[in-house]
């Protein structure tokens, strides 16, 4: 049965690591199979072949179209079984289809949806405006569900703890009150302010720094932040960091980071170094909750007025009938 999950679009793979060979992803417990055809579009299937089962993954790709590592069946990117080697005058049907998959790239990245009716991609505004940087940091593996990582980027209070030193401080572990606003797919966190000693990889000193996160997606979110004047930062710098998981299983998610900057001259070394140092002093605290799933019910875990976010969140998650990663 198809729940809401199965019509969203979901991130597999970095677009260059799909070359001429077939390649191997598990999205929402099920594994799948992406390749490039003769004209260097992604296509993919289910990894599974209509025969006797084998993995296609295990073929090669012929012709821009993929063989079957068993009996050397042939299939388009919509599933249709093209040749049969062993029955040369064949014409294959419906019951030698493999199950296709909707395949786009974008953000550097290549989306996987399992319905023939995806919604939208989940949006970046950012990746429109020429005049800022892209970059993608990670994948990133984790062993916790998606919404746990969702939950956790939208989290201000844990900076100075977490990232003492970077994002936060002991000495300022007050986070000023935010608002919640309603959106047309979700909700914004605006109004939203942190005090952090190295805001981002350009930052010289410590400032106050303005946050906005929107999330339009159950597993994907947006913030932009706008260091203060104090920090270091030439006036007017404005970054935007989305965050983008794949759903490998309800506790294992593999995660990116598309990043928006508006300078071109830092080492994209320094900046994707930053934003590795600042992940991974996460993954330990996000692999230690217990439950893994998000639990969705009233009552199963404490809030206070700070985590408003997160109680958007899991509202939002409930509205839509998210059934993948939570409990």
Known sequence: MKTIEHHLWHPVADAHALTDQPLSVHLLEQPLVLWRDGQGQAQGLHDQCPHRGAQLSLGRVCQGQLQCPYHGWIFNGQGACTHVPAMPDFQPGQAQQAR??????????????????????????AEAQSGLRKL?????????????????????????????GWLGDAQHTQIPDYQVQATAHGFKLVNAQ?????????????????????????????????????????????ESIALFIQPISAN???????????????????????????????????????PQLLPLQAGAESFVAVDKGSAAYRRLLQQLGITFGVC
């Not at 919404?147 to 209070?157: H, K, S």
């Not at 106050?208 to 007017?236: Q, R």
């Not at 320094?270 to 996460?282: E, M, R, W």
């Open 100 to 125: 296709p998959l909707s395949v786009r790239e974008a953000y550097g990245l290549l989306w996987v949806c399992l319905s023939s009716d995806g919604h939208d991609l989940p949006p970046f505004n």
């Open 136 to 164: 993608n940091a990670g994948p990133y593996m984790v062993n916790t569900s998606a919404p746990r990582i969702v939950e956790n980027f939208l989290d201000m209070a844990h900076f100075s703890f977490v990232h003492e």
């Open 194 to 238: 942190a005090w952090q000693p190295q805001s981002s990889a350009l930052s010289s000193g410590g400032a106050m720094v303005a946050y906005t996160y929107e999330v339009a997606h159950p597993y994907a979110a947006v913030l932009t932040k706008v260091p203060g004047a104090d920090s270091g930062v030439k006036p007017g710098y404005e």
């Open 252 to 290: 294992q998610s593999r995660v990116w980071f598309r990043m928006a900057i508006a300078d071109f001259e830092v080492a994209p070394e320094k900046v994707l170094d930053f934003q590795n140092t600042i992940f991974l002093q996460d993954k330990p605290v996000l692999e230690s909750q217990r």
